[in-house]
C-alpha cells in the first residue's frame, strides 16, 4: 500500500496571506481551490477571528475567540474557484492591514435522514471530503444526547462544535484523553469531564457523540460542526508531552506542516496557531509568526517556538505556549507528505 493517496496537499488545505485595500468586491486569488471553509485573521491588527463556510454561506460569520452568535455581514461575499471575494468590512479588508486566511476543500454535498439510513439518531447535512478526512456538518439541535453522522467514513479525531443561535462557546470534542470530554476553543481552559457536552460518548466512523448541553446540541437551535479523522501523509491530531526545556519535545506527523495548531488540556492556556507562509523556512534563529485562536491579538512574535521538519516539528522553546509541562493536544494539516504515493521522500530542510 502506498504511504499516502495525497501527494499534494495543498488541494485540500493552503494558507493564503494578503494585504487589505478597503474595496468593495475585492478578489483574494491563490488559494488553489475553491474553499469550503475560511478562517480568516488580521496579522497587523487586534480584530476577532472571522470563520466561515459553504454550508452556512459565505457572510455568515462566526468567530473563534467569541461566544457570540452567527452573524451575517456579508464581508466574504462569494467563495470562487481559486479563492474568495471580499466586501471593504475591516475585519476582512482594511486599508494596508495584514491578513492570513486558513483554507480546506470538502465540496461534496451530504446528507443523513436517519429515518432511511440508520445512521446516528439527528439529521444532518453539510458538505465532506472522505480522502482528505474533513467535513463541515449542519444539524437542528435535539436537546437530548444522540449522534450526528459526519460522512467521513472513518474515526474523527477532533471535532469543533459553534451554536450558530446563541450566546455559546465553541465546544471541541477530541478522541484524545479517553473521548468524551471537552475542551472551548473560545477559551483557555482544560479538559472538562461534563458529560452533557458529547454524553461521555466515542465517535465512530460513523457518527460523533453530542451531549444536552447548549454549547453542543442547542434545542432547536442550529448548530454547525468541523470534522477532522487522521489522514497518513496529510492531516494528524496528535498529544504529546511538554517538558519546559529549550530542548523539547520532537512530535512526528509523518510530513512537513502547512499549519500546526497546539493546546494544553491539562492546564489554562491558548491555542496557539502556526503556518508554513508566515513561519521561517530555514529553521533559523528567526521567530516564527503565530497567533492565539482564542484571542483577538494582532500576530504575535515570542522566541523561536518550533522548528518545522520534514517528518514533524521539534519543540525549541521552554515557554508555557507549546512547552509548559502539561500535556498537549494539536492538529496538523501538510505542506507535502514524507514519502509520496510513488515512494519519493520529501527532502529535508
Not at 483574494?28 to 470563520?51: E, L, M, P, Y
Not at 513561519?279 to 485562536?293: E, L, R
Amino acid at each position: 500500500m502506498a504511504y499516502t493517496t495525497i501527494d499534494d496537499p495543498t488541494i485540500y488545505f493552503n494558507t493564503k496571506l494578503y494585504t487589505g485595500n478597503a474595496t468593495d468586491d475585492t478578489t483574494i486569488s491563490g488559494v488553489g481551490f475553491q474553499s469550503d471553509w475560511t478562517w480568516i485573521k488580521s496579522r497587523s491588527d487586534a480584530s476577532w477571528h472571522q470563520v466561515t463556510d459553504s454550508v452556512r454561506g459565505a457572510g455568515n460569520v462566526i468567530s473563534t475567540n467569541s461566544n457570540g452568535a452567527e452573524s451575517n455581514f456579508s464581508s466574504l461575499k462569494s467563495f470562487n474557484s481559486d479563492g474568495f471575494v471580499l466586501s471593504d468590512n475591516s475585519n476582512f479588508n482594511g486599508n494596508g492591514v495584514t491578513f492570513a486566511s486558513w483554507n480546506w476543500k470538502m465540496g461534496t454535498s451530504f446528507s443523513n435522514d436517519t429515518s432511511a439510513t440508520g445512521v446516528g439518531s439527528i439529521d444532518s447535512s453539510g458538505s465532506i471530503n472522505t480522502t482528505a478526512g474533513q467535513s463541515i456538518i449542519s444539524w437542528t439541535g435535539s436537546g437530548s444526547a444522540g449522534s450526528v453522522a459526519h460522512g467521513l467514513g472513518a474515526q474523527p479525531q477532533i471535532v469543533f462544535v459553534k451554536n450558530r443561535s446563541d450566546t455559546a462557546s465553541w465546544n471541541v470534542y477530541t478522541v484524545i484523553g479517553g473521548g468524551g470530554k471537552g475542551l472551548f476553543l473560545n477559551e483557555q481552559n482544560g479538559f472538562d469531564s461534563d458529560s452533557s457536552y458529547f454524553n461521555n460518548g466515542t465517535a465512530s466512523t460513523t457518527t460523533f457523540p453530542v451531549g444536552t448541553a447548549n454549547t453542543a446540541n442547542g434545542s432547536s437551535d442550529n448548530m454547525i460542526a468541523y470534522c477532522f479523522a487522521n489522514v497518513k501523509g496529510y492531516s494528524k491530531i496528535f498529544q504529546y508531552e511538554g517538558n519546559s526545556n529549550s530542548d523539547g519535545t520532537y512530535i512526528h506527523l509523518g510530513f512537513k506542516s502547512a499549519f500546526i495548531m497546539v493546546k494544553p488540556v491539562d492546564a489554562s492556556d491558548n491555542w496557539v496557531m502556526f503556518d508554513n507562509k508566515r513561519h521561517d523556512a530555514k529553521n533559523s534563529s528567526t521567530s516564527p509568526f503565530f497567533n492565539y485562536a482564542n484571542k483577538d491579538f494582532a500576530e504575535t512574535t515570542d522566541t523561536k517556538q518550533i522548528d518545522i521538519t520534514s517528518t514533524g516539528f521539534k519543540i525549541r522553546s521552554s515557554g508555557n505556549t507549546v512547552n509548559r509541562s502539561s500535556t498537549f493536544i494539536g492538529m496538523a494539516f501538510a505542506e507535502s507528505p514524507f514519502v509520496n504515493s510513488k515512494g519519493v521522500p520529501t527532502n529535508a530542510r
